[in-house]
């Protein structure tokens, strides 16, 4: 099984970026879905999640509002859009996905500074 996050990059604060995790090796429709960042010497944050289906979607505070969480099982992907970025927005985003047991990408950098 593998996760494979990909769109991290430099942004200017109030910017946008959209984050994608395309999933291969097992049943991706039937997993649910999250996104965690971590700062280096902190713990890793859960940032949001989606269900199965789609149709269920849940947010950390810090990010409500500005962050939407997607899928598509079509193409085995979930998404993070990301908008009106803070510097407190910078960290490694990690994709993760939970089917029976937990599977984690590589993580992609994320960094918000003018």
């Known amino acids: 099984a593998q996760l494979v996050e990909s769109g991290g990059g430099l942004v200017q604060p109030g910017g946008s970026l959209t984050l994608s995790c395309a999933a291969s090796g097992f049943t991706f429709s039937n997993a649910y879905m999250k996104w965690y960042r971590q700062i280096p010497g902190k713990e890793r944050e859960f940032i949001a999640s989606?269900?199965?289906?789609?149709?269920?979607?849940q947010y950390a505070d810090s990010v409500k509002g500005r962050f939407t969480i997607s899928r598509d099982n079509g193409k085995n992907t979930v998404y993070l859009q990301m908008t009106s970025l803070k510097p407190e927005d910078t960290a490694v985003y990690y994709c993760?996905?939970?089917?029976?047991?937990?599977?984690w990408g590589q993580g992609t950098q994320v960094i918000v500074s003018s």
């Open positions: 993760n996905a939970i089917l029976f047991r937990n599977y």
């Open positions: 989606i269900n199965s289906s789609g149709g269920g979607t």
